[in-house]
């Protein structure tokens, strides 16, 4: 299976359950196939979770979710160790990070101490408990959703986390024609908790996805694309609307997330568009405006449009 087909068929499988959002499925898509973890945010009740539960479903992954609340704790994510009276041993009882997709619902709703539980899953896909390492599921990414942080009741993520997410999207309300359809599928019966009724199929499991992994490796990037992503992170750092600019793992993020969405395409090389299209959802999260900048009402994408737009395009 080619990495478009797959792509396609991943799209007509969610669009059973969840409709009009083709762009988010896209990069969730191509933070999967790059092997990356995704932070998406949105006001509650826009399908966040559902889209998370259906790709699961599709791709034939274990899945865990927990709910990140106030009083929740680092054990409670990634485990911990419990005495046993009848062997009068101590053995691991797993925490729900021990899977293959963790849906950290509502991220932001916990305080920092347990959102930095992830960091060592995230970026090592492993965890340490009373000294003890012990590896994760492979595959393992995990999809976080928050609120706006602007609502009550929310803990801004650390930057060192965010920069931990390959992506971050960004989701709205849907046009009135798709929600009219939703309407319409509600009335007709449709459940999001019941997806085992809705017919969404397997498209592929582990083995095929490292199958499809392999085949991103391959695509081509050409020294014109490094040195346009070299110019775009490197224009955060000068601008004068942003306080921190983006890390080198900005650069590192475009070239496995250009070579994804070139695969989905159906191409074997990374043009200019590709980059251009994945920028927002790496660049966002990764770059601090002014504070001055911010009460001027002016927003991180609007500042980063701004830049990838006086950027000088190769041909």
Do not use: W
Request: some cysteine; aromatic content about 6%; charged content about 25%.
């Amino acid at each position: 299976m080619q990495v478009a087909d797959f792509g396609a068929r991943v799209q007509a499988e969610v669009s059973k359950a969840v409709i009009g959002q083709q762009s988010v499925v896209e990069q969730m898509l191509v933070a999967i196939l790059a092997n990356g973890h995704i932070l998406l945010e949105g006001v509650p009740g826009i399908a966040k979770t559902l889209m998370v539960r259906t790709i699961a479903r599709v791709l034939e992954l274990p899945y865990s979710r927990v709910q990140f609340t106030p009083d929740l704790m680092p054990s409670d994510v990634i485990g911990t160790n419990v005495f046993d009276m009848k062997t009068t041993e101590f053995r691991l009882r797993p925490g729900p990070v021990f899977t293959s997709v963790l849906l950290a619902d509502e991220i932001n709703r916990t305080p920092p101490k347990t959102q930095s539980a992830l960091l060592e899953a995230m970026e090592e896909r492993q965890v340490t408990i009373d000294g003890a390492r012990y590896a994760l599921p492979s595959p393992f990414l995990v999809f976080a959703t928050q609120n706006p942080v602007e609502y009550e009741g929310t803990y801004p993520l650390p930057e060192a986390q965010q920069d931990r997410f390959l992506l971050k999207v960004l989701l709205t309300y849907p046009e009135p024609r798709i929600e009219t359809e939703v309407l319409r599928r509600v009335h007709a019966g449709f459940r999001a908790q019941n997806l085992e009724e809705v017919g969404i199929q397997r498209v592929a499991g582990p083995e095929e996805l490292a199958a499809l992994r392999a085949q991103v490796d391959q695509i081509q990037v050409e020294d014109r694309i490094f040195n346009y992503i070299q110019e775009i992170v490197s224009s955060t750092r000068k601008s004068g609307d942003v306080l921190v600019g983006a890390s080198p793992r900005a650069g590192i993020a475009f070239v496995l997330c250009s070579k994804a969405l070139a695969a989905l395409r159906g191409r074997e090389f990374v043009i200019p568009d590709d980059v251009k299209d994945i920028a927002l959802p790496i660049l966002r999260h990764r770059v601090m405006l002014r504070p001055e900048v911010e009460i001027e009402g002016l927003s991180a994408d609007r500042v980063l449009s701004g830049l990838l737009d006086a950027q000088v395009v190769p041909r």
